[in-house]
């Protein structure tokens, strides 16, 4: 039986726990993190809903890693993709402000 994955995001305000991790591909890192905000993104599937207060196991591209590295707050865009197990897709240090479409 194959599955077929939702695309999904959501903006994440995290926290860093412990130091970064080699990851799934050369230059890559995991950072295990605790989620405190949920942002959705227009035209996104939110999984992340329920995320607020859990650890995930965030998977950081190279480009990514440096600006995360000097950050004691994660703003990003991230996706789930497995079990507490979400990827970076993006920095969104806008979050703060709420959703861009609210009114």
Not at 50 to 79: F, K, M
């Amino acid at each position: 039986m194959m599955v077929q994955p939702i695309e999904n995001r959501a903006g994440l305000e995290c926290r860093p726990i412990g130091p970064p991790a080699p990851g799934p591909a050369p230059d890559w890192s995991t950072q295990t993190v605790r989620v405190e905000r949920v942002t959705e993104l227009s035209g996104w599937a939110n999984l992340l809903a329920e995320a607020v207060g859990r650890e995930y196991t965030a998977i950081v591209p190279p480009h990514l890693a440096p600006a995360l590295a000097a950050e004691s707050v994660w703003h990003v865009e991230a996706e789930l993709v497995g079990p507490h197990r979400i990827a970076i897709t993006g920095l969104a240090s806008d979050l703060e402000d709420g959703p861009a479409d609210e009114e």
